[in-house]
């Protein structure tokens, strides 16, 4: 069948399968096929019980790509998987495209960043089921006035960093207004240009830094050990850490839903730092803000006739706080290797997806070593045919070799799928 047979067929579905007594939430996702073609719904339900749909993610072949496990309905053959960071150092094809640009050239290049984001697509076809668009979290920061730059073999370096609220530079980001639309031109360029690129072949994922972790960049620097001036901000001065806060969030919002504008078919929520945090400041200084661009972001996209896409979270370091984002209104929740997958399951209870969450360590380890941790993970899940996508559970790293990830994500495809 041809990919516009299929789409046709795929648009038919949602009629013939779906009625309002079947779906008991206010909104969700539910994968539906029919002789082998198989689509991915957003709906939300009326006051009056009625089922409105939002977006339907036509899925080729087989439709095992992320979107595909984004319900907790449905069974499927094995567990979708991509890896956090997979267009990146590791890969030999990254150096030769990016060649002596820096870091945050290759972000502002449309033509590069697609070629980066589509790298490992083309390297481990098949193998992976979700493109991720090559960006950075910081590139808020420098939306909204501040200099970030990217320092070889130390990572991002704010050389202006914020100091105090009576900081002339606080002020100043405070009361500006910023175009995100005209400042991340090229981020939206990037993913409209690697949609057409991918033609179908599986989903693209777009994202943003949380407002904990992007604030925590921007008055301690860059990265830190002991966020002294993260948490001297976040204790001494609470109230414009929460201002600074929630000016984030909106702009997360506002890119985010630009990023759905110009392709992208889900979002990614990051909270790098979240670790740093208490369980009480954690609620206080991660969760509401989080839950702001999941609450809002939405309706923004309704306001820009656009449909409601999947959204995930990725709070790394928190395991204290699964119960709270298996309800702030996530579809996914991405877990670091910390956390059990057995006891996630129990706290998740199918409120939601969840995706992770290999020790990224492990791809420096032997054959057996990937084999037993992902023997552990599936099983873990349940068996890994409902309600996970198999990730990591953080970043591959640069020092990886490419043959390594292939084969944790073959025995993923091998062990899953024989469960």
Known sequence: MGERAKKLAVAGIWDMALSPRSMPSSKGLILVAVEGIS???????TADGNLIHDQTLALPGNALDVATCASDS?????PPCWVMRQAGRYLPEYHEAKGNRDFFQCCRSPEIASTLTLQPIQRYAGLIDAAIIFSDILVIP????????????KGPHFPNPLTTPEDPQ???????????????????????????KLDGRVPLIGFCGAPWTLMSYMVEGGGSKLFTHAKTWVFK?????????????????????????????????????????SPASFKDFSLPYVRFI???????????????????????????????????????????????????????????VLQGNADPGVLYGEPQAITTVVEDMVRGFGGGKQGWIANLGHGITPGVRPADLEF???????VAGNV
Not at 171 to 196: C, G, H
């Open 39 to 45: 689509a991915l719904f957003a709906f939300h339900s």
């Open 74 to 78: 449905e069974k499927v053959e094995r």
């Open 142 to 153: 420098q939306a909204m006035g501040m200099v970030v730059e990217m320092v070889d073999k």
């Open 170 to 196: 606080y002020q100043d980001l405070m009361a500006k207004q910023v175009d995100v639309e005209q400042e991340l031109k090229y981020v939206y360029e990037a993913i409209t240009l690697t949609r057409q």
């Open 237 to 277: 001065y609470p109230r414009a850490s929460k201002n600074l806060l929630q000016k984030i969030a909106e702009l997360c919002v506002e890119y985010l839903a630009l990023q759905v504008v110009a392709g992208a078919q889900m979002i990614q929520v990051f909270d790098s730092w979240a670790a740093e945090l």
């Open 294 to 352: 999941s609450d809002n972001l939405p309706r923004r996209l309704q306001e820009l006739n656009q449909p409601r896409v999947p959204m995930t979270v990725f709070a790394k370091g928190a395991w204290y706080a699964l119960d709270a984002l298996c309800n702030s209104g996530y579809d996914v929740v991405g877990l670091d290797w910390l956390q059990d997958p057995a006891d996630a399951v129990q706290i998740a209870r199918g409120r939601v």
């Open 408 to 414: 944790y994500l073959r025995e993923i495809h091998r």
